[in-house]
């Protein structure tokens, strides 16, 4: 599917949901994220940064699936491990959802991960 179609989608919801490829039993598994949107590029934080399970799935297979509303996107993600880019995410979020959320729900800013347009 095409992004601008999947983008579409991302203007009536808070959360995509994020299909990742388990490192280790090889099966596919879906959770709801938080996600910001800047530009043709999608941000996601890992809720226990680099400590998250579908972080460390994410850094040994970059593909992955996103939906929302619908519509499915299917991309290579891009681990951010870049301090000063990890802190622009985490502001996105602090924006977008309000900083008492994010310090309450995503404890460790350590990794972020990048989803582009194709």
């Keep these: 599917m095409a992004f601008q179609e999947f983008e579409n989608a991302l203007n009536d919801t808070d959360e995509v949901e994020l299909t990742i490829t388990g490192r280790k039993s090889g099966r596919q598994s879906s959770r709801p ?24 799935n994410v850094v040994a297979t970059p593909d992955i699936r996103l939906a929302a509303g619908g519509s499915e996107y299917s ?24 900083a008492q959320q994010v310090e309450s729900y995503y404890p460790k800013h350590d990794v972020a991960v990048e989803v582009p347009a194709a």
């Design 75 to 98: 991309a290579r993600a891009t681990p951010i491990t870049e301090a000063a880019k990890v802190d622009e995410v985490v502001q996105g979020f602090r924006d977008k959802y309000g």
């Design 33 to 56: 994220v938080w996600f910001v949107k800047r530009d043709d590029t999608v941000y996601l934080l890992p809720v226990t940064g680099s400590d998250s399970q579908w972080y460390k």
